[in-house]
T-cell receptor, first 115, second 110 residues
């Protein structure tokens, strides 16, 4: 079946540094990738939608200059958390719609801890 | 945009009992409603889904019902087992985007 590989699975970084998270579709072309953030014991909150070859669209309240999304190819979407702060510590997960009319493939998630 | 409300936030049942989780959505144009099970630190796993042109769908112990008029859909788990314990999320799709409910922590006591 469709697989989205997400890396890293966990990362610890210092305040003020940037962290890049990659989501790669292994056996299908993901023209669209959704990025979610999930705080402990909370729901998955949609942050932004990336589309191959065009600018990402961000949900209301999400800082586009802080969460840089790039979708440079049909198999790779990246999320860069710039100037990370402890409040950015969260579980970040990507999701790509499958070629069928329904269904989404999720990455395995990235646990980001900013110290 | 779409807004999905999910209840209850926690649910505790005895093994063998049934569990019901309910969701409402706001956008009548939403056309796909999946349910996910998520274990701590893991990706959500699809357990069942339903499209807007169907009223009910069943897969062994799991069923989902959809009431488009009321903009309401529910997850039913029968004969619950301890391994059903997890957090369950409903979601609604509008314009390709999946919007999630707040989640229900289900605990099945042996």
């Amino acid at each position: 079946g469709a697989v989205v590989s997400q890396h890293p699975s966990w990362v610890i970084c210092k305040s003020g540094t940037s962290v890049k998270i990659e989501c790669r579709s292994l056996d299908f072309q993901a023209t669209t990738m959704f990025w979610y953030r999930q705080f402990p014991k909370q729901s998955l909150m949609l942050m932004a939608t990336s589309n191959e070859g065009s600018k990402a669209t961000y949900e209301q309240g999400v800082e586009k200059d802080k969460f840089l999304i790039n979708h440079a190819s049909l198999t790779l979407s990246t999320l860069t958390v710039t100037s990370a702060h402890p409040e950015d510590s969260s579980f970040y997960i990507c999701s790509a719609p499958q070629s069928t009319e329904t269904g989404y493939t999720f990455g395995s998630g990235t646990r980001l801890t900013v110290v | 945009g779409e807004n999905v409300e999910q209840h209850p936030s926690t649910l505790s049942v005895q093994e063998g009992d049934s569990a019901v989780i309910k969701c409402t959505y706001s956008d009548s144009a939403s056309n796909y409603f999946p349910w996910y099970k998520q274990e701590l630190g893991k990706r959500p796993q699809l357990i069942i889904d339903i499209r807007s042109n169907v009223g009910e769908k069943k897969d062994q112990r799991i069923a989902v019902t959809l009431n488009k008029t009321a903009k309401h859909f529910s997850l039913h788990i029968t004969e619950t087992q301890p391994e059903d314990s997890a957090v369950y999320f409903c979601a609604a799709r509008r314009g390709g985007k999946l919007i999630f409910g707040q989640g229900t922590e289900l605990s099945v006591k042996p």
